[in-house]
C-alpha cells in the first residue's frame, strides 16, 4: 500500500505588488495583487521531504521583498529541524526557491538537469532571463554538484512511494512540479508552474518566463496530474492561507495544512 503524506505551506517573505506585475500585458482591473513565498513540507511514512529553501534576509533586503523568518524557522515551527533533512527538491534555481541551500546540510538536492543547463548557459547573458537568478546560489548549487549531493532528474521520476516529480518547464527550462499522494487524493505542488489560482485558471502567464507556450501547456499537466483542479497548490498565491486551515493554533498565517 502507498504511503500517504501530509503536505504543509509554510509563508517565510511577501511582496506588496500590483495585478499588473502577475500577468503578461498587465490586468485591466489593475489593484493590489500581493505575493507570498513559500517553502513546503512532505511528511509521511517515516519520511520527511522539504520542497525548496526560500531565501535568505540578505536576499529580501537587496530585493525589496518584505522577509518574515528563516524557512529553517518556520520548519522548526512544525518539529523539523533543517540539519537533519535527508531529501530537499528544488523546483527551479530562481534566488526565491533555492537561497539557504546551505542551511541543509545533510540533504541531497533533487534537481532537473534542463535547470542546471539553463542556469549556466547561454540564456543567462540576458537579464530578462537571469534575472530571478543569484549567481551565487547557481555557484553554490554547482559546488553541491562536485561533492556529490545533487540527483539530477530528465523528466518524471518517483522519489518515493508516492511522490514523484514532474517536468513542466516554462517558468523555467527545467521547472517540476511535486505530486503527493494524500488521504484526500493527489495533490501537486505547482510551484511557480503557476505563481497565482489566476494564472492557470484564466490561462494568463506571469511575466517572468523562459517559454510561454509551455507554461500555458503546464496548465493543463497539472490539472492531469491532480486528483481536481482544486488540488493544485500555485507557488505564491495568499489565497492557500486562506482556503487551507492553519497547521496548528499558532501557525495562523504561517502554515497550512494542504492534505
Ligand atoms: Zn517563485
Not at 89 to 104: A, E, K, S
Request: glycine share 10%.
Amino acid at each position: 500500500m502507498t504511503a500517504l503524506y501530509e503536505v504543509y505551506a509554510i509563508k517565510y517573505a511577501q511582496h506588496a505588488r500590483r495585478a499588473a506585475e502577475n500577468f503578461i500585458g498587465g490586468d485591466p482591473h489593475d489593484g493590489p495583487m500581493p505575493l507570498d513565498y513559500f517553502v513546503w513540507l512532505v511528511r509521511g511514512g517515516g519520511r520527511e521531504l522539504v520542497v525548496d529553501t526560500g531565501f535568505s534576509g540578505a536576499v529580501a533586503a537587496r530585493r525589496g521583498r518584505e522577509h518574515l523568518r528563516c524557512p529553517t524557522e518556520g520548519l522548526r515551527l512544525l518539529g523539523v529541524d533543517a540539519a537533519k533533512v535527508r531529501d530537499v527538491v528544488i523546483t527551479h534555481l530562481h534566488y526565491d526557491h533555492v537561497g539557504n541551500f546551505d542551511l541543509f546540510p545533510a540533504a541531497t538536492l533533487h534537481l532537473q538537469d534542463l535547470e542546471m543547463r539553463y542556469a549556466t548557459g547561454r540564456h543567462m547573458r540576458h537579464e530578462c532571463f537571469r534575472g530571478a537568478f543569484e549567481v551565487e546560489d547557481v555557484v553554490g548549487m554547482l559546488r553541491r554538484v562536485y561533492e556529490g549531493r545533487v540527483q539530477f532528474h530528465d523528466g518524471d521520476a518517483e522519489l518515493l512511494p508516492g511522490v514523484s516529480l514532474h517536468l513542466i518547464g516554462g517558468h523555467t527550462m527545467g521547472l517540476q512540479a511535486v505530486r503527493i499522494a494524500t488521504r484526500r487524493g493527489a495533490i501537486v505542488l505547482a510551484s511557480d508552474a503557476s505563481h497565482f489560482y489566476a494564472n492557470m485558471e484564466q490561462a494568463r502567464p506571469f511575466p517572468i518566463v523562459w517559454s510561454v507556450g509551455d507554461m500555458v501547456e503546464g496548465y493543463r499537466r497539472l490539472r492531469q496530474l491532480a486528483a481536481s483542479p482544486a488540488h493544485i497548490i500555485p507557488g505564491h498565491d495568499p489565497l492557500v492561507l486562506e482556503r487551507y486551515p492553519p497547521a496548528g493554533g499558532e501557525l495562523e498565517g504561517i502554515a497550512a495544512r494542504l492534505d
